[in-house]
């Protein structure tokens, strides 16, 4: 038998290499103003694995003086909400659930997805539901889920609402 602290260094090992699945809805996905953090290999590892609509419905709302999109944990609210999956590795998990202000703005949760399509290398199969973590909130303002919701958020769509980054914001007003 192997003394626990000879197998400690395996373990980290383990734990370090452990792949988890991320759905991104907002400005993190392709295309959109944080998709940087996801390709910065200092944050961690962020494969992209494929597009995907949540199971449920939830409000998908913009709000705040700076027009940040929110997934509300409203089951069964709203709409059915388009994204991307990623497959991440521990270390970029860390830098999301930092990035997303864990517990306080937003909080990890499971979400049950509809693959529509995969990355050719995958094996994902369109139609095929599988789960994964998202950043939605329980911690929002009264009025939030009477505001408009989407289905689908990119920071230049139809609803002019501009999105504002993190480092123009110390210029803005609070919110």
Known sequence: MIPLLLQLPTIFLVLSVFMHRVFVYGSLKRGQPNYPYMTD?????AEFLGTAVTVQKYPLVITTNYNIPFLLNLPG???RVHGEIYQ???????FLDSFENIPTMYQRTVVELEIKMADKKEKLSPGSIMEAFVYSTT?????WPSLPTYDNYDSNGDHGLKFM???????????
């Open 88 to 94: 991440v590795d521990g270390k970029m998990l860390e």
């Open 139 to 143: 911690t929002y303002q009264p009025d």
């Open 41 to 45: 290999s200092s944050n961690g590892k």
């Open 165 to 175: 980054l993190r480092e123009d914001r110390k210029w803005a007003s609070v919110e």
């Open 77 to 79: 609210q709203g709409n």
